[in-house]
């Protein structure tokens, strides 16, 4: 696609359940972030993946969280038993290289993330 | 201590002055900054990189890097009212970490 895109864009869960975000980047993008950011705040990093190489988790919160990528494209990013705590919005990025060479990031729109 | 650290404010300028927006980073190994503005509900979109110590300028926008001092600064010129937005200062070192934030307000 043009873009990088996000699904869902909105989502309300109850306390407890586990939710799936998904993110499609540009197309041969090699560089995929996962960042969260709640109200007023600025951006956390969640978990970076480049490439075929392992995945950069440091920044996942808990172990209630994982993320993948399928295929060098699609991510998906999980979070189980949901918690109040984990409401905000969820901004997946893409770039065309990684590591060093990281040039701009190409922003989805978000999945913003109620949990009730 | 934060990897990326910027004065939340609010930056409260009035049209036509200078904006001046600071960054502090902590790994004196990163090698690349960027600042991205991000209106509010909307994404961060990136308005200038740099990449050695100076100055880069681009259009009204003003990048300064001190790798010494581990110092990144955004001057605005002729702020507009369109510049009213959080600036995000965005640091490499193996991934881009992001600063807290600066939300700059230009009153016309």
């Known amino acids: 696609g043009a873009g990088v895109s996000q699904s869902p864009s909105n989502k309300v869960t109850e306390k407890g359940k586990d939710v799936e975000l998904r993110c499609d980047p540009i197309s041969g993008h090699t560089a995929l972030y996962w960042y969260r950011q709640s109200l007023g705040q600025g951006l956390e990093f969640l978990i970076y993946f480049q490439g075929n190489s392992a995945p950069d988790k440091s920044g996942l919160p808990s172990d209630r969280f994982s993320a993948e990528r399928t295929g060098g494209s699609v991510s998906t990013l999980t979070i189980q038993r949901t918690q109040q705590e984990d409401s905000a919005v969820y901004l997946c990025?893409?770039?065309?290289?990684?590591?060093?060479?990281?040039?701009?990031?190409?922003f989805g729109e978000g999945s913003r993330l109620t949990v009730l | 201590q934060k990897e990326v650290e910027q004065n939340s404010g609010p930056l409260s300028v009035p049209e036509g002055a200078i904006a001046s927006l600071n960054c502090t980073y902590s790994?004196?190994?990163?090698?690349?900054f960027f600042w991205y503005r991000q209106y509010s509900g909307k994404s961060p979109e990136l308005i200038m990189s740099?990449?050695?110590?100076g100055d880069k300028e681009d259009g009204r926008f003003t990048a300064q890097l001190n790798k010494a001092s581990q110092y990144v600064s955004l001057l605005i010129r002729d702020s507009q009212p369109s510049d009213s937005a959080t600036y995000l200062c965005?640091?490499?070192?193996?991934?881009?970490?992001f600063g807290a934030g600066t939300r700059l307000t230009v009153k016309p």
């Open positions: 965005a640091v490499i070192r193996n991934d881009m970490r």
């Open positions: 790994d004196r190994g990163s090698q690349s």
């Open positions: 990025a893409s770039s065309q290289q990684g590591g060093l060479n990281t040039g701009e990031l190409f």
């Open positions: 740099i990449y050695s110590n």
